[in-house]
């Protein structure tokens, strides 16, 4: 099987991948049992011996996430009991002082100390996948956005502004995009992604988090 791969930027990963804050999220928040929570701690464990195997900058520095008041412990608590659910190793309940000694630039309560969260050089991950597609006979074309898809018997068209490509099948890795793209392979878009210039995101919902060393 051949593979090309139709990167919409001129460089891969440059429209969002690599505009992220770089974080190895480790599934502290996920509900126990959910497919978000498996992906999220085998995929860190993965994404950690890929770097490690390819000597992609990275540090698993740890996390601290904070209660700044006593309505927060609760939910405190909660995440821990998450991450223990979910596998997660090494979690701890930090009181006040033991957090400034592990974090001195964090002020609160109490915090959950995270220890296998860490930060990565997400270009370089990219620019290395780019480079294992290729080393495998891959084809990688950049600049390549998809403007229509069309069925062709038993093959399926891209058209991009890089010419024209056929193939057997697609993988919609779009991103935030997908929905559009699925849209021009005729799917039906039960659920659209709504994006908004003036949105804002949080990594943790019930608690405030620190990454640092």
């Known amino acids: 099987m051949r593979v090309t791969l139709l990167e919409k930027e001129a460089r891969?990963?440059?429209?969002?991948?690599?505009?992220?804050?770089?974080?190895?999220?480790?599934?502290?928040?996920?509900?126990?049992?959910?497919?978000k929570a498996r992906l999220a701690v085998e995929g860190i464990r993965q994404m950690v011996a890929f770097c490690q195997a390819e000597n992609i900058p990275h540090d698993i520095c740890g996390k601290l996430v904070v209660a700044t008041n006593e309505e927060e412990l609760p939910r405190l608590d909660e995440l821990l009991r998450r991450g223990a659910a979910n596998g997660l190793q090494g979690l701890r309940r930090l009181d006040a002082s033991e957090m400034r000694r592990r974090?001195?630039?964090v002020a609160g309560i109490a915090a959950a100390e995270v220890p296998e969260e860490g930060i990565v050089d997400y270009q370089a991950v990219c620019d290395r996948l780019a480079a294992r597609v290729q080393e495998r006979g891959g084809q990688l074309i950049t600049s390549a956005r998809v403007?229509?898809?069309?069925?062709?018997?038993?093959?399926?068209?891209?058209?991009?502004?890089?010419?024209?490509?056929?193939?057997?099948?697609?993988?919609?890795?779009?991103?935030?995009?997908?929905?559009?793209?699925?849209a021009l392979a005729g799917e039906r878009r039960e659920v659209r992604i709504v994006r908004s210039a003036a949105s804002t995101t949080s990594c943790a919902p019930t608690a405030r988090s620190w990454c640092g060393t």
């Open 12 to 35: 891969v990963g440059a429209h969002q991948s690599t505009h992220n804050s770089g974080v190895l999220h480790c599934g502290l928040y996920y509900k126990p049992g959910s497919a």
């Open 147 to 182: 403007t229509s898809l069309r069925s062709s018997g038993t093959e399926w068209v891209a058209a991009t502004p890089r010419g024209e490509f056929a193939a057997r099948f697609l993988v919609n890795c779009a991103g935030l995009h997908c929905d559009r793209v699925g």
């Open 103 to 105: 974090e001195p630039h």
